[in-house]
């Protein structure tokens, strides 16, 4: 197996970078994501900082470890190891004669796309920031005030959880929630499937149950192990949360991972992690770094 470092070259207005294969190598002509293979004894971060110095003359600063993908091509079996690169010195340009171009999620996309990238837009489309709801904690109608406003800033994935509620409450509420969230253009992922929702969040004990993904729009599902991550792969969900990383009333009194153990079971991982557990906004870094796609909160979102 080839070993892969690929880098998702992000501007601040979340534009992202595509090169073009150029004549002489496989697939010449076919767009992917920058980078190139793993040198012998050399680290996936370091053939990453090389590559990009080697292909569009400009220095890694800031990049942080994202999903791992394999695809079986005909002439080779190849490792993916994505990174989101969101700093570095100089202008990207082309140094091996390869066209490159900026691409925007939504607008029409450089084709054709080798097929080992295709599937990374969509997890490269899902926001950082998943949100859970808290009514039965702090009131319906207080829930909806903060979502209405979070919304209007810019929220865009939100999953209704509240196994406090009577079932007739949970479903008007549910209902307000995605007639809300739709408004503004946002996501909802629900426990169940309800009418108007945008997919399903799984809990771990429903994931080790499941033989084929439900077909319900976008499915993720929660995870404490390596194992149940794995199965979460294996049935193609769209992303999975990880955790606790740390204390949280969800969870009180129980084990947490810390940002070393979440990032040893997240190492490799093939779709988009989210961090959640006693998580606020300011631990994005740390997340990241951790090699999680984003945070999902219950009370850091609604703060």
């Known amino acids: 197996m080839i070993g892969v470092a690929a880098a998702v070259i992000q501007r601040a207005d ?26 012998e004894g050399e680290s996936a971060e370091g053939a990453l900082a090389r590559e990009l110095h080697e292909e569009l003359g400009i220095d890694v600063r800031r990049a942080y470890p994202w999903i791992t993908r394999v695809y079986a091509y005909e002439h080779a079996t190849v490792r993916l190891n994505f990174f989101r690169v ?6 990207p340009h082309s140094k091996e004669n390869q066209a490159i171009a900026w691409q925007r999620l939504g607008a029409p996309m450089a084709e054709p796309m080798l097929p080992a990238n295709a599937p990374v ?20 109608p207080a829930m909806l005030e903060r979502l209405e406003r979070r919304l209007a800033g810019g929220l865009r994935l939100v999953q209704v959880r509240e196994p406090g509620m009577a079932d007739g409450e949970r479903a008007a509420f549910t209902a307000q929630t995605i007639d809300l969230a739709h408004r503004h253009g946002a996501t909802v992922l629900v426990k169940s499937p309800f009418p108007g929702a945008d997919g399903l969040h799984l809990t771990a004990s429903e994931l080790v149950k499941l033989r084929a993904r439900p077909e319900h729009g ?11 991550l794995e199965r979460a792969t294996r049935l193609e969900l769209d992303f999975a949360v990880l955790g606790p990383v740390g204390p949280s009333d969800s969870h009180a009194g129980g084990p947490v991972l810390g940002w070393e153990r979440f990032a040893a079971l997240a190492r490799g991982a ?28 219950i009370r850091g979102s609604w703060k």
């Open 86 to 91: 969101v700093e570095w010195l100089g202008e």
């Open 121 to 140: 837009l969509a997890s490269l489309a899902l926001p950082w920031e998943y949100a859970i709801t808290n009514a039965a904690t702090v009131g319906v």
């Open 218 to 228: 976008l499915v993720a599902a929660s995870c404490h192990t390596r194992e149940e």
């Open 270 to 297: 093939s779709l988009p992690v989210y961090a959640i557990g006693g998580l606020a906004r300011h631990d994005l870094e740390d997340a990241w770094r951790a090699g999680a796609h984003g945070l999902a909160m």
């Open 14 to 39: 979340g534009s992202f970078l595509l090169a073009q294969r150029p004549a002489g190598k496989v697939y010449a002509g076919w767009w992917e994501f920058p980078g190139g293979k793993i040198h």
